[in-house]
């Protein structure tokens, strides 16, 4: 039997805007066992980032309990918060939030700099291994502004590995990019699917639900459907349908 | 936690941000180099003066002919011509508080010793004179009581007349040199001075006789002045009132009659010049002062402004796994780098400042060291302070607040 990554019970989320109160989640529950991927879509201000920041303790909620890995996060403090996105969580920003004037490496090391229990030898080599995996293994050394958009976010999600995540999280990760770049970030996350990687994605993009196992749709901060895909296509074999030199 | 890390995180973060660091370390450098060398100055000037006055002899009294001067009123030239020698006489011999009396008088011009001259002026003195002066013979004799007698032709010269009138460095002993037309044989050369506070080269003097200088050089029977000085620093205000009664007697002054004349104490000249310098160094302390407060404005606001606009970066941080303390601890890192090498930078430049004020342009400096310690610690306790209290504010925000930040 798989093991659940994520329990949410009835979560809730409310803002404070002057004397208004906005409800951006109204009870959200539901479960992701290890090494589903998983598509979060819905219109706009349906309530899909507050989720997912609440999915990678950026954020705290309301109310409800948010179980990641087995262990409850409501009730921890700031820092065993920030402990637990070190160990558990990778995030991935539709604006990359790279730091600047950095190289790709450093930018991919980050993480493991605050974990204590990583020599710099290890971070090094598991920082180069994640650049590998992204396929970025040449422009190590580049720093973030000199890189392309696509290369930049494939920065991200390298360091989004590079810490063994439970769970890796990405909020419309594609949404900067053209689609042939699309394509190649979505087969990047195919792939790590492939290799057993529990991945949340939230896309405006109703095409992309395809290339996933399971679709959730929100509306005005409630599921309105929660679907297991049967016929995962490859984003590989899109992209090789793609015209190849037309510009966008 | 692992401080190696934040500090490797630091390190990079400075790094990247050279022209901030640099910023915010100017304005720490500029303010503790300028209250450094401030009160250096202030301490400088003070401290020699003070030493001026206490080598010209505390316990001088000075006297000078005319009255309490009143603004824009001319003066009737026989009003300066009061002081007499019968007068000098009354005084050395009935004063009791005066240990050593001596009248001067000047005559100026130029002084020549075969192809060479130079423009200076000469002393008329009595014996007592190089004692009231505090001023020592090092080569050959002081004129006598017997050379005043009979107007001798003799004088006793300082080292600048010495280089000026014998620069081949032949002994001026003994050699005679003219002045005016009069020819003065050198018996004794001073030791040197040196120059003295306000610039003046104390060594740029030739004594002679009151009597030559008097009768064969400016044909007058009235001093310019007389000097004495007090049996101690104690009894100068004794010896002064004893002094102003035989003169007002010796020039039969009225009771109700305004003195002709007039007495000067070292004392009080001293007390007024301590007056004087420690306005000067209360108002360098407070040009310091300022400098030091806008020195730390500009930290202030330079580490304010730079962790605001730093905050996304804070919140991506965070974002990967950074605690609220870790941040606190880089950007503490931080301020305490910059604060500590601009304040060190700081010192040297204001000691070498210093240094340079005192072997270029001569002037006294004395570096204080609280003033060192005072203005390092204000600049990096500033510094400090505004790197961690903005950072502090960000690093207990959300996560996703910070990295919201605008
Ligand atoms: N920090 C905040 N303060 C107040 N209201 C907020 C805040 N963040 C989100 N909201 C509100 O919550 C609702 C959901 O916002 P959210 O960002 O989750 O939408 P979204 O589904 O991600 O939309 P989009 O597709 O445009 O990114 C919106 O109505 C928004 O106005
Ligand atoms: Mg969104």
């Known amino acids: 039997m798989s093991n659940k990554v994520i329990e949410l019970q009835n979560i809730r989320r409310d803002f404070t805007v002057g004397d208004e109160t906005v409800h951006a989640l109204r009870g959200v529950s539901f479960d992701i066992t290890e090494g589903e991927f998983v598509t979060i879509m819905g219109t706009s201000g349906s309530g899909k980032s507050t989720l997912l920041n609440i999915l990678g303790c950026l954020d705290t909620p309301t109310s409800g309990e948010?179980?990641?890995?087995?262990?409850?996060?409501?009730?921890?403090?700031?820092?065993?918060?920030?402990?637990?996105?070190?160990?558990?969580?990778?995030?991935?920003?539709?604006?990359?939030?790279?730091?600047?004037?950095?190289?790709?490496?450093?930018?991919?090391?980050?993480?493991?700099?605050?974990?204590?229990?990583?020599?710099?030898?290890?971070?090094?080599?598991?920082?180069?291994?994640?650049?590998?995996?992204?396929?970025?293994?040449?422009?190590?050394?580049h720093k973030s502004n000199q890189m392309s958009g696509g290369q930049m976010q494939r920065v991200a999600i390298a360091r989004a590995l590079v810490n063994n995540p439970a769970v890796i999280l990405a909020d419309e990760a594609t949404g900067n990019l053209d689609t042939r770049t699309s394509y190649e970030i979505l087969m990047l996350f195919q792939e790590l699917h492939r290799k057993g990687r529990t991945i949340i994605f939230v896309t405006h993009n109703p095409e992309i639900a395809n290339y996933s196992s399971r679709n959730i749709r929100l509306r005005d901060g409630h599921i309105i459907e929660d679907s297991v895909n049967t016929n995962v296509l490859s984003a590989e074999e899109t992209y090789r349908t793609l015209p190849k030199d037309i510009d966008d | 936690m692992n401080y190696t890390n934040l500090f490797k995180i630091a390190l990079k973060a400075l790094a990247h941000n050279k022209m901030r660091a640099f910023l915010t370390m100017l304005g720490i450098i500029i303010g503790v180099a300028s209250v450094i060398t401030m009160i250096a100055l202030g301490q400088g000037t003070q401290k020699s003066i003070q030493k001026e006055i206490s080598s010209m002899g505390s316990n001088i009294i000075m006297i000078h002919p005319g009255g309490e001067r009143r603004g824009g009123v001319r003066l009737d030239p026989s009003e300066m011509q009061t002081l007499k020698i019968q007068n000098f006489e009354a005084l050395k011999k009935e004063c009791m508080y005066v240990a050593a009396i001596s009248p001067y008088a000047t005559a100026s011009g130029q002084l020549v010793c075969g192809n060479n001259n130079y423009p200076t002026s000469v002393t008329g003195a009595g014996i007592d004179y190089i004692e009231i002066r505090q001023l020592t013979i090092e080569d050959g004799t002081m004129f006598t009581e017997s050379d005043i007698k009979t107007s001798a032709k003799v004088c006793v010269i300082g080292k600048t007349i010495v280089d000026n009138l014998f620069p081949d460095g032949s002994d001026p002993i003994g050699s005679t040199i003219r002045y005016n037309q009069v020819p003065l044989k050198v018996i004794g050369v001073l030791e040197s001075k040196g120059y003295n506070s306000m610039g003046m080269d104390q060594d740029d003097i030739v004594l002679a006789p009151y009597t030559t200088v008097m009768k064969r050089m400016l044909?007058?029977?009235?001093?310019?002045?007389?000097?004495?000085?007090?049996?101690?620093?104690?009894?100068?205000?004794?010896?002064?009132?004893?002094?102003?009664?035989?003169?007002?007697?010796?020039?039969?002054?009225?009771?109700?009659?305004?003195?002709?004349?007039?007495?000067?104490?070292?004392?009080?000249?001293?007390?007024?010049?301590?007056?004087?310098?420690?306005?000067?160094?209360?108002?360098?302390?407070?040009?310091?002062?300022?400098?030091?407060?806008?020195?730390?404005?500009?930290?202030?606001?330079?580490?304010?402004?730079?962790?605001?606009?730093?905050?996304?970066?804070?919140?991506?941080?965070?974002?990967?796994?950074?605690?609220?303390?870790?941040?606190?601890?880089?950007?503490?890192?931080?301020?305490?780098?910059?604060?500590?090498?601009?304040?060190?930078?700081?010192?040297?430049?204001?000691?070498?400042?210093?240094?340079?004020?005192?072997?270029?342009?001569?002037?006294?400096?004395?570096?204080?060291?609280?003033?060192?310690?005072?203005?390092?610690?204000?600049?990096?306790?500033?510094?400090?302070?505004?790197?961690?209290?903005?950072?502090?504010?960000?690093?207990?925000?959300?996560?996703?607040?910070a990295l919201r930040y605008e």
């Not at chain 1, 160990?87 to 939030?97: D, H």
């Not at chain 2, 009132?241 to 004349?261: A, C, G, M, Q």
């Not at chain 2, 601009?342 to 000691?351: A, T």
């Open chain 2, 219 to 401: 044909a007058v029977t009235h001093f310019n002045g007389i000097f004495a000085s007090a049996l101690s620093e104690d009894v100068t205000e004794y010896a002064t009132d004893e002094i102003r009664t035989i003169l007002r007697r010796e020039h039969r002054l009225k009771d109700s009659d305004p003195d002709d004349f007039m007495i000067r104490t070292q004392q009080e000249l001293s007390d007024m010049m301590n007056t004087t310098m420690n306005l000067l160094t209360t108002l360098l302390a407070c040009i310091a002062g300022i400098s030091l407060l806008v020195g730390g404005i500009g930290i202030m606001n330079i580490m304010y402004v730079s962790v605001t606009e730093r905050t996304k970066e804070i919140g991506l941080r965070m974002s990967v796994g950074a605690r609220g303390i870790d941040i606190l601890v880089q950007f503490l890192i931080e301020a305490v780098l910059i604060s500590v090498t601009g304040g060190i930078i700081g010192i040297l430049l204001g000691c070498s400042a210093c240094l340079a004020v005192k072997y270029l342009a001569n002037w006294p400096v004395y570096i204080q060291i609280w003033s060192v310690i005072l203005s390092f610690a204000v600049c990096t306790v500033t510094g400090i302070f505004f790197g961690w209290y903005p950072a502090r504010k960000a690093a207990n925000l959300d996560p996703i607040d």
């Open chain 1, 66 to 141: 948010y179980l990641l890995d087995g262990i409850p996060v409501r009730s921890m403090s700031k820092s065993q918060r920030a402990i637990l996105r070190n160990r558990k969580i990778g995030f991935v920003f539709q604006n990359y939030n790279l730091l600047a004037k950095t190289t790709a490496t450093e930018n991919v090391e980050l993480p493991l700099m605050y974990n204590p229990d990583i020599s710099s030898s290890e971070r090094r080599k598991r920082a180069e291994e994640a650049l590998d995996a992204v396929g970025l293994g040449d422009r190590k050394e």
